[in-house]
Nanobody, 123 residues
């Protein structure tokens, strides 16, 4: 499975971006998906996850109410809508495919990772 993330870029604080992640084959529709991010000099951290049906979502406290994860299984794509962006959101964002159908915040629960897309939020 290959995951291709896109949609990153430079945005001012308070702005919005929409990240996309497309899988190489349809089997990812049976798996939960997630977004993680890694800022310079920091550990990779959980951002959001969605179950394969799309009926369960989990968010990190730092993005709750600002970010929304969704998926389109017919297009093998998961999205991360990011609103009210803050400079602290600056990071490389990675999408990942979970080992199971459920949403999870545990990095060990993911088996495939995309290459990352850079999000830079200026103040």
């Amino acid at each position: 499975v290959q995951l291709q993330a896109s949609g990153g870029g430079l945005v001012q604080a308070g702005g919005s971006l929409r990240l996309s992640c497309t899988g190489s084959r349809r089997t990812s529709s049976n798996n939960g998906m997630g977004w993680f991010r890694q800022a310079p000099g920091k550990e990779r951290e959980f951002v959001a996850s969605i179950s394969w049906r799309g009926d369960t979502t989990i968010y990190a406290d730092s993005v709750k109410g600002r970010f929304t994860i969704s998926r389109d299984n017919a297009k093998n794509t998961v999205f991360l809508q990011m609103n009210s962006l803050e400079p602290e959101d600056t990071a490389v964002y990675y999408c990942a495919q979970a080992r199971a159908a459920a949403a999870t915040r545990d990095r060990r629960g993911y088996s495939y990772w995309g290459q990352g897309t850079l999000v830079t939020v200026s103040s």
